[in-house]
């Protein structure tokens, strides 16, 4: 309705709205208490359980018509120290060894905020948050022993970092234009090898990315949960032999279900023997490098032609940060880059360099996610980290010393790293019942608050897992599991011998 169109009854200016706060200074005290409420939560984690269910209120909070008129920020900070901030899943507390998720530091807290405030557009630009990312990433490269020529990028997470590194594999190695033609060019179907063992990033990755998992081979693992390389070199002729065309293998540093590491030297001769791409998920156990002492369990990482991890778990930073680092930059760039008119690098001005971050990954706009690692690594160094990783290692060692030492606890894998899974078997009893029985025994050790570890199954075994990449835990936090695990076991035992005379009486 062009024609009702009057400038005579444009809003005044004076009614225009912003979301800057009215009040400065009520804004400032009420951005205070909530610092110091969070720095208060950090500072007293020990003395909460570690997870807590939620009460039924709290669940019902959540269940509420979309608000139309604002409450204002105290009514909605206060809404969040109600209902969420008492109910987190636990993993920043000293107890919390279930997955590996990290725990985050308090600088990190603070760097999340100050990212958020300067909230730079990180496709690119001109400015200095751009240089913060791409000196996290050149120090990443160097931690790595990757070349000068690598590139990289910080992304969400693993997942994420692991997708995109196949996804340059996949444009590099198809031997036609992949991006122009898709998978419709290819003449034989491309074949992936990853270990059984390979987390489950990688259905996703081969799904995404069109392969499908008939292109997926899960490699058999030996008993210590590696990939066995003959296997692998047997099913490439194979798949040779029958024209299809082997394009990539996937190498582990750091398992999920046990933190082992595929013998990644051998798996690089493999590779560069038979001209395939080597990619490594080293979502945590890449960051061993950072220590001296445990470099050697990850010995030939260097050698990938790219490499994911994760800097939320083993580096402890608040979630979420991941990084992909591909050993030749051009072919990282091939995959990925585009010229779009309105995105393209200018002379001079904001746009000078273009968006660099844009053509290494898919996503355009991203937030500052390396201020947190950048400045954690300013503040703490790589020593400190190193030293860290290692104290994980050595509690995990220490808990599976005590696992194994003890008469009702069995220890159902090799803890090389720092994953240690076990359960509680007291005597004759059938796997069927020993499975239920552990399983009951989580539940119940998860709701006491004490300690948090998950599970997983290991050759149809239930196991109770413990993932330590806790920058908080101490050795008495592993024997205070080891207790209250013992203990509930004891008690379903009791209880089961109960119910057991009850039926038969
Ligand atoms: C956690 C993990 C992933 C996935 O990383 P996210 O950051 O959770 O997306 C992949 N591989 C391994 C071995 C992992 O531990």
């Not at 009460?55 to 969420?84: C, H, I, L």
């Not at 798996?267 to 990619?279: K, Q």
């Not at 995105?343 to 660099?356: D, E, I, N, T």
């Amino acid at each position: 309705m062009l024609g009702a169109h009057r400038v005579s009854t444009d809003p005044d200016p004076r009614e225009e709205v912003t979301l800057d706060p009215a009040d400065w200074a009520d804004f400032r005290r009420l951005a205070h208490r909530m610092v110091e409420d969070m720095v208060d939560h950090l500072a007293t984690l020990r003395s909460r359980p570690v997870w807590q269910p939620m009460p039924n209120e709290v669940r019902d909070s959540f269940d509420q018509p979309v608000p139309m008129k604002g409450q204002g920020a105290e009514a909605a900070y206060r809404a969040f120290a109600t209902n969420v901030m008492p109910y987190p899943n636990g993993n920043l507390h000293p107890g919390y060894f279930g997955w590996v998720q990290g725990t985050g530091t308090p600088l990190s807290m603070m760097a999340d905020m100050l990212a958020a405030g300067l909230n730079p557009h990180m496709g690119g630009h001109d400015q200095a948050p751009v240089l913060v990312e791409k000196q996290v990433i050149s120090w990443l490269v160097q931690l790595m022993g990757l070349p000068a020529g690598a590139s990289g990028l910080l992304v969400l997470g693993g997942s994420m970092a692991n997708i995109l590194g196949l996804a340059v594999a996949r444009s590099s190695q198809a031997g036609f234009d992949l991006r122009q033609d898709g998978l419709w060019g290819a003449k034989a179907r491309m074949m992936i090898y990853a270990s059984s063992e390979t987390h489950g990033w990688i259905g996703k990755a081969i799904e995404l990315l069109g392969f499908g998992h008939a292109s997926l081979r899960h490699v058999p693992v030996g008993p210590d949960y590696r990939m066995s390389v003959r296997a692998l070199k047997e099913q490439i002729q194979a798949d040779r032999a029958s024209g299809l065309q082997p394009i990539c293998v996937v190498g582990n540093a750091g398992t999920v279900n046990t933190g082992a590491t595929d013998d990644l030297r051998q798996l690089a001769r493999v590779c560069r023997d038979e001209g395939l791409w080597f990619h490594v998920d080293g979502a945590f156990g890449a960051l061993a490098r950072l220590s001296e002492r445990l470099r050697e369990t990850v010995n030939g990482i260097e050698e990938a032609d790219s490499l994911a991890f994760d800097l939320h778990k083993w580096m402890y930073q608040p979630f979420d940060v991941g990084c992909l680092l591909v050993r030749d930059g051009d072919a990282h760039r091939a995959a990925f880059a585009r010229s779009t008119s309105y995105l393209r690098s200018m002379a001079r001005g904001v746009m000078a360099g273009g968006l660099p971050f844009a053509d290494l990954g898919v996503d355009l706009t991203r937030g500052f996610r390396a201020l947190k690692v950048w400045m954690s690594l300013k503040a703490h160094g790589v020593e400190t980290f190193g030293r860290l990783i290692e104290q994980n290692v050595d509690q995990a060692q220490y808990l599976a010393r005590r696992v194994a030492a003890h008469p009702q606890l069995q220890l159902l894998a090799p803890a090389p790293l720092n994953v240690v899974c076990f359960r509680f078997a007291p005597g004759r009893m059938e796997e069927a019942a020993l499975n239920r029985l552990n399983e009951e025994l989580l539940f119940r050790l998860q709701e006491s608050g004490v300690a948090v570890p998950s599970s997983t199954a290991l050759a149809g075994r239930f196991a109770l897992r413990c993932a330590i990449v806790n920058h908080r835990s101490v050795r008495a936090d592993l024997d205070r599991l080891v207790e209250a695990a013992v203990a509930i076991g004891r008690q379903l035992v009791h209880e089961s011998h109960g119910s057991r005379a009850r039926e038969a009486g």
